[in-house]
C-alpha cells in the first residue's frame, strides 16, 4: 500500500525469486502500477496510519497452481512467515 516497498517486501520478493521458478515483479523498481496503492484496503490502512500490508497479484495459472499443488503454496507461506514487520 507504500508508494515505495518496505525493506520487508523485498525480502519477500527476494524469497520468492529465490526459492520458486515465478515472474516476480517488484513495485516499483520493476512494474509501474499497482492495485495495492490505490485499493479500498490500501486507503484504509493508510488511514489507520498503517501503510503495511501485503499486496500480491497472481496470475490465474499461478492461483490455480497454489490450489493443486501443496509444495508452491508452502513455498509461498513460508516466505510470507519470514516476513519481518519491525525490518527496517
Known sequence: GQRWPHPS???LAE???????WTVLRYPQ???ELGG???VQGRLMNSLGNPRFIHLELSSK???TLTQDHVSLQVLANC??????EDE
Open 30 to 32: 520493476d512494474i509501474g
Open 9 to 11: 517486501m523485498l525480502n
Open 15 to 21: 524469497c520468492l525469486q529465490q526459492n520458486t521458478d
Open 37 to 39: 496503492t490505490t485499493n
Open 80 to 85: 510470507i512467515r519470514n516476513i519481518d514487520p
Open 62 to 64: 499461478l492461483r490455480k
